[in-house]
């Protein structure tokens, strides 16, 4: 069966840490990747996506994901947090066997930045 | 998201009892999703629906039935809520064209069955 998988479950860091956040896929051909945010007590929000062209995709609030076809990889960096990041952080792909119209989530990681 | 719209954002029922919430959209998008998060499960879809003639099962769509009464609306029900089915339910709508993949998500209702 198709599945994203999120490594870390939670993460904790310091105000500056840098931060890398790892999403895998299984899905053969081509998908589209996405990252997306909820902070505490709120919805989902799109940080960044990847359809095609250039593998690095920068998104909002400082954050970039590189796409690595050979990796079947969509790993989320930023390279200084703050405490504002605090929050869900949850990797998504459709494409591939599942086809484009259903987004498959991975299980998040919940990343907590200390002041 | 105030595109995104639903009804209630909290809810407290009882086991047994049929519960229907409520979704809601002004981006004109076609398509439609009910997805529900559980701690440690991420997001799991429950059913979704492309226009107002065609319902599709997710995931997960066992104990839960839905209705899209209009482009606009799209309602989840659960028929006789049992407690495994308290979770956070989220509604979401992506457009038939343009970025494909893409959805906007409403806000929530964090349904507790007792």
């Known amino acids: 069966a198709q599945s994203v998988s999120q490594h870390n479950h939670h993460v904790i860091l310091s105000e500056a840490a840098s931060l890398e956040l790892g999403c895998n896929y299984s899905?053969?051909?081509?998908?589209?990747l996405f990252w997306y945010v909820q902070y505490p007590g709120q919805h989902l929000q799109l940080l960044l996506k990847?359809?095609?062209?250039?593998?690095l995709v920068k998104g909002i609030k400082g954050f970039e994901a590189e796409f690595i076809k050979s990796k079947f990889s969509f790993n989320l960096r930023k390279p200084s947090v703050q405490w504002s990041d605090t929050a869900e952080y949850f990797c998504?792909?459709?494409?591939?066997?599942?086809?484009?119209?259903?987004?498959?989530f991975g299980t998040g990681t919940r990343l907590l930045v200390s002041p | 998201d105030a595109d995104v719209t639903q009804t209630p954002r909290n809810r407290i029922t009882k086991t047994g009892k049929r519960i229907m919430l409520e979704c809601s959209q002004t981006?004109?998008?076609?398509?439609m999703y009910w997805y529900r998060q559980d701690p440690g499960l991420g997001l799991r879809l429950i059913y979704y629906?492309?226009?107002?003639?065609?319902?599709n099962k997710g995931e997960i769509s066992d104990g839960y039935s839905v209705s899209r009464q209009a482009q606009a609306k799209f309602s989840l029900s659960l028929e006789s809520a049992i407690p495994n089915q308290t979770a956070l339910y989220f509604c979401?709508?992506?457009?038939?064209?343009?970025?494909?993949?893409?959805?906007?998500f409403g806000p929530g209702t964090r349904l507790t069955v007792l």
């Open positions: 990847y359809f095609s062209g250039d593998p």
């Open positions: 629906s492309f226009d107002v003639k065609d319902i």
């Open positions: 981006k004109g998008h076609d398509r």
């Open positions: 979401a709508t992506s457009a038939a064209t343009g970025s494909p993949g893409l959805q906007f």
């Open positions: 899905y053969g051909g081509t998908v589209n």
């Open positions: 998504a792909v459709n494409g591939g066997n599942t086809g484009f119209q259903k987004l498959v």
